[in-house]
């Protein structure tokens, strides 16, 4: 193998790795670390909680019954109605590909099909 083929072997096992740690290890523990930290500070200082989730366990399935779908709901409405929208459009309006790719459609509409090829040309 030559370098090339070693440096995109790595680099793809980093993005592998980036990909897993922050996707889905990082998240779990996360996850777990504020569920274990939210029973240490709520319950043992809330007697009555104490009653109700005497174990770790069922207040962490508990939790969890509560805040997947609660963090789900609050996840779809971004996506759909929240910031997510509103960043795509920056995003477009910031990449020059979708600028000229717009600004051709808009020309080959009114019948300007050669000024939309001359623009169109630089990407192929």
Known sequence: ???HKYKDKILRYWAYFRRGHSTYLAFLISLVNFI???YRLLISYVSYLEEIFHHLSVFAVTFIIIYIPITTIIGWLDYTKGAVPIDRT???RANPYYKDLAKALILMSEGKNNEARKIL???V
């Open 1 to 3: 193998m030559n370098y």
């Open 36 to 38: 274990v930290i939210q």
């Open 121 to 123: 040309e630089k990407w």
């Open 90 to 92: 920056i995003g477009a």
